[in-house]
């Protein structure tokens, strides 16, 4: 077949999860506004007790701010779509569109990563030269290394998505996916340097995702070692209830990756229907998940939220007291 350089499509149409009957439309959209809800209550939650909270200014809890940040976002860049599917039969994205949401996508992936790698070098740091951190590892370093990480991302993901749009698309618009991703967009491309776009992003993607998933993986086994080492059962317990929020984050958002990757490239082939279902619940469960990590899984988080609902109960019950003197 010969191919054209011309684009014929201008609009792609979104599956969904494919070959989902229609009287589950209902109860999934549904449970997608659940988790949309989730995700953006959660995570802004956490935003507002850190930045209320001035004794939770501190590097550890920025990096938290920053990670809520890009889940809410991502939420809102990929949710409202699929609901919007199941809910008005809105199955059509234009090009531009899908182009956009999946710069957002792959950019908040990367950001989301590098942000893991930054909580990491916090942790190592904190572990292994204890003198050196409150010098080494500020409120203002952490702030500029996770600016730096939206800003150089958003830079360098503006290539992926302009190198996948030089692309042409002839005939074929439907994606089998909940939102634009670049795998779903470049199958559909034609022409002689389709496998040339996808290579050079599947290279870009895996040092993305294992350079900072190396350094993470360095760090939380040399605070292992380090936390073995120590003679102090309570020393021993402080810094793993330090670190295990963290440890359990990070997992969450690389593991599933990580098998995804793996059963690819050893020939493991998921059903469309199942790859569909894991990258959603890889890209929306650690979203859902992570706020309640960090309110009731980190120990200063927790004795403030505590603090603050004992102060709450202590002034409800005197206001009734008043009333009831007053009456």
């Known amino acids: 077949m010969k191919y054209t350089n011309i684009t014929n499509i201008k609009d792609f149409i979104m599956t969904g999860f494919p070959g989902l009957p229609p009287y589950y439309y209902g109860p999934v959209s549904v449970l997608l506004l659940l988790v949309f809800l989730a995700i953006v209550v959660g995570n802004a939650f956490t935003l507002a007790v850190i930045m209320y909270e001035r004794t939770l200014h501190k590097p550890t809890y920025f990096v938290f701010v920053h990670l809520a940040m890009s889940d809410i976002i991502f939420g809102i860049v990929t949710l409202p779509k699929v609901i919007a599917i199941y809910w008005w039969n809105d199955v059509i994205s234009s090009f531009g569109t899908c182009f956009t949401q999946m710069y957002f996508v792959h950019a908040l992936g990367a950001i989301h990563s590098l942000i893991l790698l930054i909580m990491a070098l916090d942790r190592f740091v904190a572990i292994w030269f204890p003198f050196r951190y409150p010098v080494v590892i500020t409120n203002k ?187």
């Open 141 to 327: 370093t952490i702030s500029i290394a996770c600016s730096l990480c939206w800003v150089i991302t958003f830079i360098r993901m503006v290539g992926v998505v302009l190198h996948a749009a030089s692309l042409p698309y002839c005939n074929r618009n439907i994606i089998t996916q909940c939102y634009c991703d670049h795998i779903s967009i470049t199958q559909l491309g034609c022409g002689e340097n389709v496998a040339y776009v996808k290579g050079v992003s599947l290279v870009m993607a895996l040092i993305g995702l294992l350079v900072p998933l190396t350094f993470v993986i360095f760090s939380y086994v040399s605070i292992i070692v380090a936390v073995l080492k120590m003679s102090h059962t309570e020393g021993r317990h402080k810094v793993l209830s330090t670190c295990a929020p963290q440890i359990f984050i990070t997992c969450l958002y690389y593991v599933p990756r990580c098998f995804v990757y793996l059963s690819h490239n050893l020939g493991f082939r998921l059903s469309t229907e199942a790859r569909v279902v894991i990258t959603m619940m890889y890209s929306l469960i650690p979203a859902v998940v992570n706020p309640v990590i960090y309110c009731f899984k980190t120990k200063d988080i927790k004795e403030v939220l505590i603090q603050r609902f004992k102060k709450t109960k202590v002034g409800t019950a005197i206001k009734m007291d008043c009333e009831q003197n007053m009456n």
